[in-house]
T-cell receptor
Framework: DQQVKQNSPSLSVQEGRISILNCDYT??????FLWYKKYPAEGPTFLIS?????DKNEDGRFTVFLNKSAKHLSLHIVPSQPGDSAVYFC???????????FGKGTLLTVNP | KAGVTQTPRYLIKTRGQQVTLSCSPI?????VSWYQQTPGQGLQFLFE???????NKGNFPGRFSGRQFSNSRSEMNVSTLELGDSALYLC????????????FGPGTRLTVL
């Protein structure tokens, strides 16, 4: 049972435009969400996170929005840059479990 | 500050063999998590260790095991390898747990023939 879903395997945008990556979850116990970015041949790197008590968190060009009623979160990248081309993973923490549940990832390609 | 290191980076084994992967966390980090990454399944949680204790385990068969040493270094072992075990195995360390900012190593690419 996939509790964290990233339904778009890939996304292509033009440099300078907005990239929107989406993530849906099914477990109501999830209380903390994170986004990771992964380049080929490297491990994922932490990008931004949001607690379930907030609906928005911003860090430079990156903003994460959380809609708890819809069990949906999204990552906005504005403006998109070619260096943002990578696989983006959404992850969620549930209750007191010391584990993260990851989605399958979305490959973002930013074209110059 | 040195990052998370994993050894070996690449490994080729045959079915039925066993393998041990090693992870050295960032100095001062006591939590080490292991993940399996495959093209179809994304990152799947294997287990997490904190101060030599396994705190959580994912849905993997008993052939997958791990341990953590007093210096926080961790190893994972896979016995009786199957073709489906071919994957990138990632280790991540954090100060107190995976929900805190985790730092990932580059991974070990395991190929089972």
């Amino acid at each position: 049972d996939q509790q964290v879903k990233q339904n778009s395997p890939s996304l292509s945008v033009q440099e300078g435009r907005i990239s929107i990556l989406n993530c849906d979850y099914t477990n109501s116990m999830f209380d903390y969400f994170l986004w990771y970015k992964k380049y080929p041949a490297e491990g994922p790197t932490f990008l931004i996170s949001i607690s379930s008590i907030k609906d928005k968190n911003e860090d430079g060009r990156f903003t994460v929005f959380l809609n708890k009623s819809a069990k949906h979160l999204s990552l906005h990248i504005v403006p998109s840059q070619p260096g943002d081309s990578a696989v983006y993973f959404c992850a969620a923490r549930g209750g007191s479990n010391y584990k993260l549940t990851f989605g399958k990832g979305t490959l973002l390609t930013v074209n110059p | 500050k040195a990052g998370v290191t994993q050894t070996p980076r690449y490994l080729i084994k045959t079915r039925g063999q066993q393998v041990t992967l090693s992870c050295s966390p960032i100095s001062g980090h006591r939590s080490v998590s292991w993940y399996q990454q495959t093209p179809g399944q994304g990152l799947q949680f294997l287990f997490e260790y904190f101060s030599e204790t396994q705190r959580n385990k994912g849905n993997f068969p008993g052939r997958f095991s791990g341990r953590q040493f007093s210096n926080s270094r961790s190893e994972m072992n896979v016995s009786t390898l199957e073709l489906g075990d071919s994957a990138l195995y990632l280790c991540a360390s954090s100060l107190s747990g995976p929900a805190n900012e985790q730092f990932f190593g580059p991974g070990t690419r395991l190929t089972v023939l």
